[in-house]
């Protein structure tokens, strides 16, 4: 396991990070799993004992259960604390009201303290915003979020789902505020869906900003469980909760690249698509999770991976991008700088 900086600051944080999704099953959150404590306990074990130093929760995933899991199966095992860097979410609805939902102050600093006390921790090391809420002010969300530093509540500060202007316009406000800013983005990103390189990958890289990937391997579609001729395996995610979406065509021809190549490394096609990942210099870190402790192994596998270049071209071949504009265009007209640009 190899440990990169989280954008940048100087945490440190595994390459696969251990997502808690899969835990409680509560009300929306069945569709994804509905593991118990033991369970949930010997996941956990199996994640720390593999390297990984990086937990991943957010406050809605089983309505609180999740987090209420993560933070016991901690306690049962005995972690100190300062070993592991814990990350959570809020925005989604904790409630009924319309106040218990969002990225107003309100909620926010409410939602802080109830994830505080449902994870049993004394601080959040990444607290991030699960979301874009169009209704309240940026400026309110970021004063939040620094609010939680200032009082030692909250380490780093991060953001999810967020479009590049939007995270851009933060990264200005924060600057000009003197606020606590970004981070690190937890965004979408797999071998099968690279939208994120056409505006957000240069984003992050420009900025400094680090990259959490969640769903790597798309719900299940890229674990090779399945073919063309049988699209959702009975234990898989998709076959009741067909998300993220992917053009399905496309990932199949993604999935007939990788096959051989797993097959000539002596290992799965779930960790070819996690390599991949891996090896993209954006990735901060992935996040894995998973119902079974075999499935976990498995993608821990994927950090023995060294692909080749000769891979790295294949796979970038069968998964690249359509040109569009503007980026034909900049990439047309920078031409004539290229020579003087560093590698």
Not at 80 to 101: C, F, H, S, Y
């Amino acid at each position: 396991m190899r440990y990169k900086p989280l954008g940048r600051t100087g945490l440190l944080v595994s390459e696969l990070c251990f997502g808690t999704m899969t835990f409680g099953g509560r009300g929306f959150w069945q569709a994804i799993g509905s593991l118990g404590q033991d369970d949930a306990d010997t996941l956990m074990r199996t994640a720390l004992d593999g390297g990984i130093n990086f937990i991943d929760t957010a406050n809605v995933y089983a309505e609180g259960l999740a987090e209420e899991i993560t933070g016991t199966a901690l306690k049962n095992l005995g972690v100190a604390r300062d070993d592991v860097v814990i990350a959570t979410k809020v925005l989604g609805p904790m409630g009924e009201g319309p106040n218990a939902r969002g990225a107003s102050r309100y909620h926010i600093l409410n939602q802080a303290e109830a994830s505080l006390k449902r994870l049993q921790i004394d601080h959040i090391d990444l607290y991030q915003i699960h979301g874009f809420d169009p209704l309240t002010p940026m400026e309110e969300t970021i004063d939040a979020l620094d609010n939680l530093v200032k009082r030692g509540l909250v380490r780093y500060v991060g953001v999810s789902n967020w479009a590049a202007w939007q995270i851009m316009k933060a990264l200005g406000i924060a600057e000009r505020k003197n606020l606590e800013p970004f981070r690190s983005l937890q965004a979408y990103y797999t071998i099968a869906g690279r939208d994120l390189e056409r505006e957000i990958v240069p984003l992050l890289k420009s900025e400094g900003v680090g990259l959490m990937v969640w769903s790597p391997l798309a719900g299940g579609l890229l674990s090779g469980k399945y073919s063309r001729e049988e699209e959702s395996a009975p234990d898989s995610r998709r076959a009741s909760f067909d998300f993220p979406p992917v053009d399905k065509e496309r990932g199949f021809d993604v999935i007939d690249a990788m096959r051989p190549i797993a097959e000539s490394h002596g290992v799965s096609v779930a960790q070819i698509a996690l390599a991949w990942l891996l090896h993209q210099k954006a990735v901060t870190s992935v996040i894995v999770g998973a119902k079974r402790t075999d499935q976990l192994e498995d993608n821990l596998g994927a950090v023995n991976v060294s692909l080749s270049e000769e891979e790295l071209k294949t796979l970038d071949a069968v998964s690249a991008l359509p040109a569009e504009y503007p980026g034909w265009m900049i990439e047309r007209q920078g031409e004539y700088r290229a020579d003087f640009l560093p590698e």
